[in-house]
């Protein structure tokens, strides 16, 4: 199974799609996960760079983000404007749709409505919608995940598990039966290392959190290993360590401890050594 390393648009807004673009290139990615904007130029130049490097590379990954919050609405509205996002992403002709979905203080019956609108527009379109475990989403925590992906065998998930570590304050050291039924509907992982009180570390690399990246590690390598006994033969990891706020900052200066753009590079360089044919 090949791994394929897409690179995050967070962080890189000061840039222009050209220049963006450019950069992924020039740094080995093998595509690109963004929170496109509605309308504008960003968005015109970007998709014309999206469609160069199509020509270039017919494999390049697109990986567009779903994501909106609840308004002063009813459910059904809220489930039009995402039903509207989705179809706009659709029409981009994506690899698939990456979706922050729902919330956390929905209830379950209406979170499984929203989950239902946005299968039903993969089912009708052909591009599959993934939900990313997020805090503040329908996926927040692992265990209150379970209902969700028993009701939905289908359900695929992009996995964030530091976002599970911080909600239960701990690398999740109990709840492995958890994990074991939530693991198999990963189909796309972000690489970021958290920890109990937050969802990133300062500087993954640095000695003291060699433990969490050995733990994060060995979530990752399960669900990698999950798909190759069902016979994938291509799966897609983000390394998405974040800006400011997400980066750790110096008080008053609010500089940040660590590049971003550097953590999320080495992190693709270490997994690529990593995860080879060989360990998977």
Same mark, same amino acid.
């Given at each position: 199974?090949?791994?394929?390393?897409?690179?995050?648009?967070?962080?890189? &807004? $000061?840039?222009?799609?050209?220049?963006?673009?450019?950069?992924?290139?020039?740094?080995? @990615?093998?595509?690109?996960?963004?929170?496109?904007?509605?309308?504008?130029?960003?968005?015109?130049?970007?998709?014309?760079?999206?469609?160069?490097?199509?020509?270039?590379?017919?494999?390049?990954?697109?990986?567009?983000?779903?994501?909106?919050?609840?308004?002063?609405?009813?459910?059904?509205?809220?489930?039009?404007?995402?039903?509207?996002?989705?179809? =706009?992403?659709?029409?981009?002709?994506?690899?698939?749709?990456?979706?922050?979905?729902?919330?956390?203080?929905?209830?379950?019956?209406?979170?499984?409505?929203?989950?239902?609108?946005?299968?039903?527009?993969?089912?009708?379109?052909?591009?599959?919608?993934?939900?990313?475990? $997020?805090?503040?989403?329908?996926?927040? $925590?692992?265990?209150?995940?379970?209902? @969700?992906?028993?009701?939905?065998?289908?359900?695929?998930?992009?996995?964030?598990?530091?976002?599970?570590?911080?909600?239960?304050?701990?690398?999740?050291?109990?709840?492995?039966?958890?994990?074991?039924?939530?693991?198999?509907?990963?189909?796309?992982?972000?690489? =970021?290392?958290? @920890?109990?009180?937050?969802?990133?570390?300062?500087?993954?690399?640095?000695?003291?959190?060699?433990? $969490?990246?050995?733990?994060? &590690?060995?979530?990752?390598?399960?669900?990698?290993?999950?798909?190759?006994?069902?016979?994938?033969?291509?799966?897609?990891?983000?390394?998405?360590?974040?800006?400011?706020?997400?980066?750790?900052?110096?008080?008053?200066?609010?500089?940040?401890?660590?590049?971003?753009?550097?953590?999320?590079?080495?992190?693709?360089?270490?997994?690529?050594?990593?995860?080879?044919?060989? @360990?998977?």
């Amino acid at each position: 199974m090949k791994i394929k390393y897409t690179c995050t648009h967070w962080g890189a &807004e $000061h840039l222009d799609a050209a220049s963006f673009m450019d950069k992924i290139k020039s740094n080995g @990615y093998d595509g690109v996960e963004i929170n496109l904007p509605q309308q504008g130029d960003f968005l015109n130049e970007f998709l014309e760079e999206l469609d160069d490097f199509y020509e270039s590379d017919p494999d390049f990954i697109f990986i567009p983000q779903q994501l909106i919050f609840p308004e002063n609405e009813s459910l059904q509205e809220f489930i039009k404007r995402m039903e509207k996002n989705l179809k =706009r992403l659709v029409s981009y002709k994506p690899s698939y749709i990456h979706s922050h979905t729902g919330t956390d203080y929905f209830s379950f019956e209406d979170n499984c409505r929203i989950i239902e609108a946005s299968m039903n527009i993969a089912s009708k379109t052909g591009i599959r919608v993934l939900h990313e475990t $997020h805090r503040g989403r329908f996926s927040f $925590h692992a265990a209150t995940l379970i209902p @969700y992906v028993e009701k939905f065998p289908e359900l695929e998930l992009v996995g964030d598990f530091s976002h599970f570590c911080v909600v239960s304050e701990s690398l999740l050291q109990n709840q492995q039966e958890i994990l074991d039924k939530i693991i198999p509907h990963v189909s796309h992982i972000h690489a =970021r290392i958290g @920890y109990s009180q937050g969802p990133q570390v300062n500087d993954p690399f640095a000695p003291e959190w060699a433990d $969490h990246m050995k733990n994060f &590690e060995s979530w990752w390598c399960e669900i990698l290993k999950k798909k190759k006994e069902k016979g994938w033969k291509k799966f897609v990891i983000t390394p998405e360590f974040g800006p400011a706020p997400y980066m750790p900052a110096m008080p008053y200066t609010l500089q940040p401890l660590s590049n971003q753009w550097e953590i999320n590079l080495k992190m693709k360089e270490h997994l690529t050594n990593l995860f080879t044919d060989d @360990y998977i």
